[in-house]
């Protein structure tokens, strides 16, 4: 009965390397959102995506590309990985103001 | 920008203690939340404030938004091991209540 769920919860990698986190939501939310949060714990938004269209687009690399196949999926694709791209990405639906968050993926560049 | 400071950054409290942690910022925001978030988790919704002054209560737990929705606070009353964890406050602006604008954090820990 898990509300919002991530995979993989880790994710150690290469330089260089493509990967991707899949995001899924059971809680029946039409807005859905990636966030990223770092060393220093701060978290900051990184996509938002409502009905499966993008509706915020903060300034991020365009290695980073989301995709919504539907509205209870946002998943995030990571391309040509950087050392400073580790970090824990957390994936969140939402209802009226009340945000709902994944586990995190703990992602690490080596 | 429309950082949202948290203060402080850490604090180390031994169990019964009261504590008090601050968020502020230059902007107005229509609501406030606050998140708290464990070790390995994902935050998670205390509250949300979204009329100047309001005071909200729950159980040991008291949020402030500022009158002029500028900043709030949470007080803890008789801390306990279990409020450990990382104190998030968020905010949100009346045109764009989707985008959440988090604060710094305050990483409280309550000794036994």
């Known amino acids: 009965d898990t509300a919002v769920s991530q995979t993989p919860k880790y994710l150690v990698t290469q330089m260089g390397n493509d990967k991707s986190i899949k995001c899924e939501q059971n809680?029946?939310?039409?807005?859905m959102y990636w966030y990223k949060q770092d060393s220093k714990k701060f978290l900051k938004i990184m996509f938002s995506?409502?009905?499966?269209?993008?509706?915020i687009n903060e300034t991020v690399p365009n290695r980073f590309s989301p995709k919504s196949p539907d509205k209870a999926h946002l998943n995030l694709h990571i391309n040509s990985l950087e050392l400073g791209d580790s970090a824990v990405y957390f994936c969140?639906?939402?209802?009226?103001?009340?945000?709902?968050f994944g586990p995190g993926t703990r992602l690490l560049v080596l | 920008t429309q950082l949202l400071e948290q203060s402080p950054q850490f604090l180390s409290i031994q169990e019964g203690e009261n504590l008090t942690v601050y968020c502020n910022s230059s902007?107005?925001?229509?609501?406030l939340q606050w998140y708290r978030q464990e070790p390995g988790e994902g935050p998670v919704l205390l509250v949300t404030v979204v009329t100047g002054g309001e005071v909200k209560k729950l159980k040991r737990l008291t949020f402030q938004f500022g009158d002029a929705r500028k900043d709030s606070s949470l007080h803890i009353t008789a801390a306990q091991p279990g409020d450990t964890g990382l104190y998030l406050c968020a905010g949100a602006k009346a045109y764009n209540t989707d985008k959440l604008i988090f604060g710094t954090g305050t990483r409280l820990q309550v000794f036994p």
């Open positions: 995506y409502n009905n499966k269209e993008l509706i």
């Open positions: 809680l029946g939310h039409d807005t």
């Open positions: 969140a639906s939402s209802y009226e103001e009340t945000q709902y």
């Open positions: 902007s107005v925001f229509s609501s």
